[in-house]
Nanobody, 119 residues
């Protein structure tokens, strides 16, 4: 399954963005899938994972602000990001499969999309 993320951009603190991840070559709903990000100079951080059954998990850093969802008809994964802060700046990737836990696991990821939060 190939993944292509889009929807990033420059947004002011407090703003919102919705990222999209289109899957091709396979059915997204057959896998748990999620999002991770990498800030400049930092390790990649898993931020959300959505199970096949539709159960979502989030990192504490985004809980209450970000919402992951999936549109099976469009074979697309989304990440709605609200109340963004400069700490949310980074390259965002979608990936599958994923598994949430003390040490979240994310499999193959596609090309990322840059999110910059700045005034």
């Amino acid at each position: 399954v190939q993944l292509q993320a889009s929807g990033g951009g420059l947004v002011q603190p407090g703003g919102s963005l919705r990222l999209s991840c289109v899957a091709s070559g396979g059915t997204l709903a057959d896998y748990p899938s999620g999002w991770l990000r990498q800030a400049p100079g930092e390790e990649r951080e898993g931020i959300s994972c959505l199970t096949k059954e539709g159960s979502a998990s989030y990192a504490d850093s985004v809980k209450g602000r970000f919402t992951i969802s999936r549109d099976s008809d469009k074979n697309t994964l989304y990440l709605q990001m609200n109340n963004l802060t400069p700490a949310d700046t980074g390259v965002y990737y979608c990936a599958l499969p994923c598994r949430w836990g003390k040490t979240p696991f994310f499999g193959s990821r596609g090309q990322g999309t840059q999110v910059t939060v700045s005034s």
